[in-house]
């Protein structure tokens, strides 16, 4: 016998489905949940269609972003072959019946009639660095989009507080610079103070400039505040909203720092990051980011496979004497 295990995987929970042989399912399908307990009694299930069977069942799943982790990690601890399937493959092998219908139930049933029609390769761990980096380059751009975010908001209020402090500064985002705006977030407030306390309260803030720069400075932020057209802050809401906007900031600034850091710490033990930044353009962050996202590059034999796997290929339509031209496939793209 040939058996195979069927998880159509969901979040928190999977529908099981076991097959014997090519078509002979055994029992009927049943949900389990992604806890010790229910993965214990899928275990259970799983030895129990050993003994039937006399073979030693593989398990083929569809690939579900995070949903199916625990039950990868779980079974590959036990030694369990595990086959995670493209849902491009599945969809299209689904697409070839006539009924339209789709359930948990009979997805589990179609991934065991998809493992004895085609030929699937085994599920290939990927090591622990190259996971941990990946994860992590992927925190720094969606954390990095929200920091994009949050700056544009904070524009918004700034343009309706102190629209004229954008040019007092270098750098509108800088530590000096926020630090400043907090200390003096209206003008009427710079006004009323002297141009020695706003250039004391300045360096300060940037001990490694000289105090001539902070006159300078101290200067150009009196000149603003007199041009700003909002002399008082009307709306104490605006206020607080600057104020809260600016410690956000910070703090994304802070997370961001150390999501750099872990990310080079990791990086500079991979010896593919150090190849791919010799190519003009490529540092240190995007290196990290190809090399996490193409995992171990001997699971492609063919240069062609990875880059169908960026999704970068090009897609070609012909029909009788008509042929389209060229373009690039619509795949969603991680490269």
Same mark, same amino acid.
């Given at each position: 016998?040939?058996?195979?295990?069927?998880?159509?995987?969901?979040?928190?929970?999977?529908q099981?489905?076991?097959?014997?042989?090519?078509?002979?399912?055994?029992k009927? +399908?049943?949900?389990?949940?992604?806890?010790?307990?229910?993965?214990?009694?899928?275990?259970n299930?799983?030895?129990?269609?050993e003994?039937?069977?006399?073979?030693?069942?593989?398990?083929?799943?569809?690939?579900?972003?995070?949903?199916h982790?625990?039950?990868?990690q779980?079974?590959?601890?036990?030694?369990?072959?595990?086959?995670?399937?493209?849902?491009?493959?599945?969809?299209?092998?689904?697409?070839?019946?006539?009924?339209?219908?789709?359930?948990?139930?009979?997805?589990?049933?179609?991934?065991?009639?998809?493992?004895?029609?085609?030929?699937?390769?085994?599920?290939?761990?990927?090591?622990?660095?190259?996971?941990?980096?990946?994860?992590?380059?992927?925190?720094?751009?969606?954390?990095?989009?929200?920091?994009?975010?949050?700056?544009?908001?904070?524009?918004?209020?700034?343009?309706?507080?102190?629209?004229?402090?954008?040019?007092?500064?270098?750098?509108l985002?800088?530590?000096?610079?926020?630090?400043?705006?907090?200390?003096?977030?209206?003008?009427?407030?710079?006004?009323?103070?002297?141009?020695?306390?706003?250039?004391n309260?300045?360096?300060?803030l940037?001990?490694?400039?000289?105090?001539?720069?902070?006159? +300078?400075?101290?200067?150009?932020?009196?000149?603003?505040?007199?041009?700003?057209?909002?002399?008082?802050?009307?709306?104490?809401?605006?206020?607080?909203?600057?104020?809260?906007?600016?410690?956000?900031?910070?703090?994304?600034?802070?997370?961001?720092?150390?999501?750099?850091?872990?990310?080079?710490?990791?990086?500079?033990?991979?010896?593919?990051?150090?190849?791919?930044?010799?190519i003009?353009?490529?540092?240190?962050?995007?290196?990290?980011?190809?090399?996490?996202?193409?995992?171990?590059?001997?699971?492609?034999?063919?240069?062609?496979?990875?880059?169908?796997?960026a999704?970068?290929?090009?897609?070609?339509?012909?029909?009788?004497?008509?042929?389209?031209?060229?373009?690039?496939?619509?795949?969603?793209?991680?490269?």
């Amino acid at each position: 016998m040939n058996p195979v295990i069927g998880l159509d995987v969901a979040k928190g929970e999977s529908q099981v489905q076991a097959f014997l042989d090519k078509k002979q399912p055994y029992k009927k +399908s049943f949900k389990v949940t992604h806890t010790l307990e229910g993965l214990n009694s899928l275990l259970n299930f799983i030895k129990e269609v050993e003994d039937v069977s006399g073979g030693h069942p593989p398990i083929i799943l569809e690939s579900t972003g995070h949903y199916h982790t625990p039950i990868v990690q779980y079974f590959e601890d036990r030694g369990y072959l595990l086959i995670i399937v493209n849902p491009l493959i599945s969809y299209r092998a689904k697409s070839s019946i006539l009924r339209k219908v789709k359930t948990d139930i009979i997805d589990a049933h179609h991934l065991c009639e998809l493992y004895y029609k085609e030929d699937l390769e085994p599920y290939k761990q990927r090591g622990i660095q190259l996971l941990n980096l990946r994860i992590l380059t992927r925190q720094h751009k969606n954390m990095t989009g929200m920091f994009v975010q949050t700056k544009l908001q904070f524009q918004v209020v700034l343009d309706q507080v102190f629209p004229e402090y954008c040019g007092v500064f270098g750098s509108l985002y800088s530590d000096v610079s926020l630090r400043t705006l907090q200390a003096f977030p209206t003008s009427e407030e710079i006004l009323e103070a002297d141009k020695e306390t706003i250039a004391n309260k300045i360096k300060e803030l940037c001990k490694s400039r000289s105090q001539q720069w902070a006159n +300078s400075q101290a200067e150009k932020l009196m000149a603003a505040a007199a041009q700003n057209p909002f002399q008082k802050a009307l709306y104490h809401s605006l206020s607080l909203s600057l104020n809260m906007y600016i410690n956000m900031l910070f703090e994304y600034k802070k997370h961001l720092s150390m999501l750099e850091d872990e990310i080079d710490t990791l990086a500079k033990n991979i010896e593919e990051c150090k190849i791919i930044q010799s190519i003009p353009g490529i540092g240190k962050k995007i290196a990290a980011t190809i090399i996490s996202e193409i995992g171990e590059i001997n699971r492609f034999n063919h240069p062609k496979k990875l880059v169908a796997f960026a999704g970068i290929d090009p897609s070609v339509f012909e029909s009788g004497t008509f042929k389209g031209t060229l373009s690039k496939s619509n795949y969603q793209k991680r490269l």
